[in-house]
Nanobody
Framework: QVQLVESGGGLVQAGGSLRLSCAAS????????MGWYRQAPGKQRELVAV???????NYVDSVKGRFTISRDNAKNTVYLQMDNLKPEDTAVYYC????????WGQGTQVTVSS
């Protein structure tokens, strides 16, 4: 079984920064994709950024140039550096690992005040 534990959410003013972390534990295939998704109130969950085990990244257009996803394969950890945050980034952020199946974290709240 795989468990994902997220940390790093919080309240920040517009223009500020936060760094999210997600540590995976358990039986993890070496080849996998880790990513961050978010869900704002009344909206569907959307992909924010993903990174493969070889380092290939992909971002939703709204965060390009502001967010950076990275991972430490030795620690089975994925990070999301969020800079120049905007109120529309407010959401619950979820970590996801995709290998033989999908695994989700419990979510961490990010609130950006204007």
């Amino acid at each position: 079984q795989v468990q994902l534990v997220e940390s790093g959410g919080g309240l920040v003013q517009a223009g500020g920064s936060l760094r999210l972390s997600c540590a995976a534990s358990g039986s993890i295939f070496r080849i996998n994709v880790m990513g961050w998704y978010r869900q704002a109130p009344g909206k569907q969950r959307e992909l924010v950024a993903v990174v493969t085990s070889s380092g290939t990244t992909n971002y939703v257009d709204s965060v390009k140039g502001r967010f950076t996803i990275s991972r430490d394969n030795a620690k089975n950890t994925v990070y999301l550096q969020m800079d120049n945050l905007k109120p529309e980034d407010t959401a619950v952020y979820y970590c996801k690992l995709t290998a033989a199946r999908e695994y989700w974290g419990q979510g961490t709240q990010v609130t950006v005040s204007s």
